[in-house]
């Protein structure tokens, strides 16, 4: 038997089944994520990574990242090889526009695809969630 259910409800099933997934994913800690630059680890300021509290600085169970300019394999401009770059410095804004996708790990990927079947189920409702929980304007999951 088929059984449909709204985005709204799958939105709080989706957040219910993750608190229960990992252990404190209500309280993540966030921060500019890493990247390996050959100088050993930049800060990269085009990705915020989210962590699980206790968790490792750079076990990241996502990304939040800009969508242009991201690069998952820190393929970037010579400029942010060097000195750690003045974002740096500070908090990431979280709600800063160029935020806008999404970069799951692995580990999350593969429970939410064991729970609720492919990606096209429930991305909507997740970026939904991760919106709500955040106040930010993810459209997409990369």
């Not at 259910?5 to 089944?17: A, C, G, H, R, Y």
């Not at 806008?100 to 997740?126: A, C, H, Q, Y």
Request: glycine share 10%; aromatic share 16%.
């Amino acid at each position: 038997m088929e059984y449909i259910i709204d985005e709204s409800k799958l939105t709080n099933v989706i957040s219910k089944f993750l608190n229960l997934s990992f252990d404190g994913f209500e309280d993540m800690d966030y921060n500019w994520a890493d990247f390996n630059c050959g100088w050993g680890v930049c800060c990269d300021i085009y990705a915020i990574g989210f962590v699980l509290p206790g968790g490792e600085h750079d076990d990241y169970l996502f990304k939040l990242v800009d969508g242009e300019n991201y690069n998952n394999y820190g393929d970037y401009p010579e400029e942010l090889m060097g000195e750690l770059p003045e974002p740096c410095h500070d908090v990431p804004d979280i709600t800063e526009s160029r935020f806008d996708t999404l970069w799951l790990g692995d580990e999350l990927i593969d429970r939410l695809v064991d729970m609720f079947g492919n990606m096209n189920v429930w991305e909507k409702s997740f970026l939904n969630m991760f919106n709500q929980k955040y106040g930010t304007n993810a459209t997409q999951i990369g």
